[in-house]
């Protein structure tokens, strides 16, 4: 089992990123999908979740409006669009599979918000 978590990196407060997470080794489309985050100092907390088909979704209040979670089946990738970013969106963003007691992560992107 393999969650690799991809793009990353420093961006100006008020601009985008875009984050994946490709996924092998399970049948991916049985999984709800997750990204998590964890600043210094804090406890991971849940940023986004959508469920196994795609046609749920739901959002830290601290992102709604903010950042859009998706899947691509097919491809076994699930992505984190992030906008308007904040210096508090600086973390390190897991991405997460789960379904009954099957528990995957990723580990980790970093992500700096600074001007």
């Known amino acids: 089992v393999q969650l690799v978590e991809s793009g990353g990196g420093l961006v100006q407060p008020g601009g985008s990123l875009r984050l994946c997470c490709a996924a092998s080794g399970f049948t991916f489309s049985g999984y709800v999908m997750s990204w998590y985050r964890q600043a210094p100092g804090n406890e991971r907390e849940l940023v986004a979740r959508i469920s196994s088909a795609g046609t749920s979704t739901n959002y830290a209040d601290s992102v709604k409006g903010r950042f859009i979670i998706s899947r691509d089946n097919a491809k076994n990738t699930v992505y984190l669009q992030m906008n308007s970013l904040k210096p508090e969106d600086t973390a390190v963003y897991y991405c997460?599979?789960?379904?009954?007691?099957?528990?995957?992560w990723g580990q980790g992107t970093h992500v700096t918000v600074s001007s």
């Open positions: 997460n599979a789960r379904w009954r007691a099957y528990d995957y």
